[in-house]
């Protein structure tokens, strides 16, 4: 049984720092692509970051991009999402996504998702 589990989330102010974090039990991390999607009241998830089976390619949101970075440990066995300078508009529900496959930001292709982490950004 697989299960993938967030943590890192929080109310933070704006301009602040988070890091989230991703593990998955039953299965080893480092043979997975993986991505973080987010998903605000109201709205459709969205895409926010992505790193490849192998770790060479990584991708962001527009959105995100020159703030939030995506890395796993040395030992592979956690991904996080850095995310700095953080806004109101950062506020969501945020996942990880794992897939054995390079499935990017095709949502309904991943094989396995955590029950989110809740950021809020806020004065």
């Known amino acids: 049984q697989v299960q993938v589990t967030e943590s890192g989330g929080g109310l933070v102010q704006p301009g602040r720092s988070l890091t989230l974090s991703c593990t998955a039990s039953?299965?080893?991390?480092?043979?997975?692509?993986a991505a973080w999607f987010r998903q605000a009241p109201g709205k459709e998830r969205e895409a926010v970051a992505y790193?490849?089976?192998?770790?060479?390619?990584?991708d962001y949101a527009d959105s995100v991009k020159g703030r939030f970075s995506v890395f796993r440990d040395p030992a592979k066995t956690t991904m996080y999402l850095q995310m700095n300078n953080l806004t109101p508009e950062d506020t969501a529900m945020y996942y990880c996504?794992?897939?054995?496959?390079?499935?990017?930001?095709?949502?309904?292709?991943?094989?396995?998702w955590g029950q989110g982490t809740q950021v809020t950004v806020s004065s």
């Open positions: 790193i490849s089976v192998s770790g060479y390619v990584i």
């Open positions: 039953g299965l080893t991390l480092a043979s997975y692509a």
């Open positions: 996504a794992i897939d054995h496959l390079d499935r990017k930001w095709s949502q309904g292709n991943y094989g396995y």
